[in-house]
Nanobody, 121 residues
Framework: QVHLVESGGGLVQAGESLTLSCVAS????????MRWYRQASGKERELLAA???????HNDDSVKGRFTISRDNTKNTAYLHISSLKPEDTATYYC???????????????WGQGTQVIVSS
């Protein structure tokens, strides 16, 4: 299995920046894609950004310009840098990876437990 741990969330002031991290561990053969989602209270989980193992990126239009995804393949870690935080960015941020287990051939999706970001005005 693949275990994901997100970190970097917390209480921040509007206008500030922060960087979330997601570390993947376990019986990892390869990680095809790493994604960041968020879910605000009472809302559906939404995809923010994704990055493949070759560095191709997708960023949702709603976050372009403020959210930057990156990854360190040597550390099986993905990052999400968020600048100019707004109160509406308050949510639980989740990491998702599509990976192949060591010795396996099938891709599966794995989720972390999330890290909470609260932005005060």
């Amino acid at each position: 299995q693949v275990h994901l741990v997100e970190s970097g969330g917390g209480l921040v002031q509007a206008g500030e920046s922060l960087t979330l991290s997601c570390v993947a561990s376990g019986s990892i053969g390869s990680i095809k894609a790493m994604r960041w989602y968020r879910q605000a209270s009472g809302k559906e989980r939404e995809l923010l950004a994704a990055i493949t193992d070759t560095g191709l990126q997708h960023n949702d239009d709603s976050v372009k310009g403020r959210f930057t995804i990156s990854r360190d393949n040597t550390k099986n870690t993905a990052y999400l840098h968020i600048s100019s935080l707004k109160p509406e960015d308050t949510a639980t941020y989740y990491c998702n990876v599509r990976a192949v287990l060591s010795g396996g051939i099938w891709e599966s999706d794995y989720w972390g437990q999330g890290t909470q970001v609260i932005v005060s005005s």
